[in-house]
T-cell receptor, first 115, second 113 residues
């Protein structure tokens, strides 16, 4: 199974600022996903990042607010821009593993608090 | 789009008892049904999954069943232990090409020693 790391693990940020979250995978993967998990809630897909193309955003999420980079097959970043307290959430990176049967794995998450 | 409902939202069981979590999905084309365990402060961990070509899958104390006709799938944990306490999420997806995994709302399982 893919091993995923995220940086930072947590951060406290001032409103109006931006934070970039990094996701590193130990193997090459085609698709990487970014999720948001608000406190006590389920997981909501923000966008899908395919290497070499623009990220595909889900309804309610826009590129200006959540720009994503996918420079290679093992790395991606998500930026949370112009933050407000409503952006306080856990942000999770996920990848699909097609080496065997299809499976999807998650990173440990980045816990963001906006004050 | 796919909609996944999950019940119950909370579940308390005595250590050694069984726990059952049930999910329903709406898109009959979905063919992949993973279950995740999320402990406090951690990311979701894939614990078991089932694909539409089988009706049941077991891994030690964990089993998952799938009824494609009724669009139901369930997670069964036997001989529960305190370390099973966590939030469990079911999910549904269509594998192949671009696929979006839709998650249920989660079940907080508490195993009482």
């Amino acid at each position: 199974s893919a091993v995923i790391s995220q940086k930072p693990s947590r951060d406290i940020c001032q409103r109006g600022t931006s934070l970039t979250i990094q996701c590193q995978v130990d193997s090459q993967v085609t698709m990487m996903f970014w999720y948001r998990q608000q406190p006590g809630q389920s997981l909501t897909l923000i966008a899908t990042a395919n290497q070499g193309s623009e990220a595909t955003y889900e309804s309610g999420f826009v590129i200006d607010k959540f720009p994503i980079s996918r420079p290679n097959l093992t790395f991606s970043t998500l930026t949370v821009s112009n933050m407000s307290p409503e952006d306080s959430s856990i942000y999770l990176c996920s990848v699909e593993d097609r080496q065997g049967e299809y499976e999807q794995y998650f990173g440990p998450g980045t816990r963001l608090t906006v004050t | 789009g796919e909609n996944v409902e999950q019940h119950p939202s909370t579940l308390s069981v005595q250590e050694g008892d069984s726990a059952v979590i049930k999910c329903t999905y709406s898109d009959s084309a979905s063919n992949y049904f993973p279950w995740y365990k999320q402990e406090l402060g951690k990311g979701p961990q894939l614990i078991i999954d089932i694909r539409s070509n089988v009706g049941e899958k077991k891994d030690q104390r964990i089993a998952v069943t799938l009824n494609k006709t009724a669009k139901h799938f369930s997670l069964h944990i036997t001989e529960t232990q305190p370390e099973d306490s966590a939030v469990y999420f079911c999910a549904a997806s269509l594998t192949g090409g671009y696929q979006k995994v839709t998650f249920g709302t989660g079940t907080k399982l508490q195993v009482i020693p």
